[in-house]
């Protein structure tokens, strides 16, 4: 089994930066995907980046290229998500989230393992 935790979510107002953190813990796959998704009230999750343990391999959402930036630490198991330029439509929960598949996944329903989740609100 694989547990997540999120951190790093707030309350921030629009052109604002918020740095988000996934420690990952148990048993971790060095063929594995480490993702970001995120859902907004009423709405179904969305894929936003993720990165490949290995190799470091990313991908984006097209809503956050050029804003969001995901990098890993193999050596302390984490993943963040630097997000650069909020807007109020990053509103959502932010899960962080692992895949087993051997390619990066942009499908939310592919990945197995699934942190609790941290808010972000961007206010205009």
């Known amino acids: 089994q694989v547990q997540l935790v999120e951190s790093g979510g707030g309350l921030v107002q629009a052109g604002d930066s918020l740095r988000l953190s996934c420690a990952a813990t148990g048993r971790t796959f060095s063929t594995s995907t480490m993702g970001w998704v995120r859902q907004a009230p009423g709405k179904q999750r969305v894929f936003v980046a993720a990165i490949r343990w290995s190799g470091g391999s990313t991908n984006y959402a097209d809503s956050v290229k050029g804003r969001f930036t995901i990098s890993r630490n193999n050596a302390e198991n984490t993943v963040s998500l630097q997000m650069n330029s909020l807007k109020p439509e990053d509103t959502a929960v932010y899960y962080c989230?692992?895949?087993?598949?051997?390619?990066?996944?942009?499908?939310?329903?592919?990945?197995?393992?699934w942190g609790q989740g941290t808010q972000v609100t961007v206010s205009s």
């Open positions: 989230a692992v895949s087993t598949r051997w390619y990066i996944s942009s499908d939310p329903k592919e990945y197995a393992y």
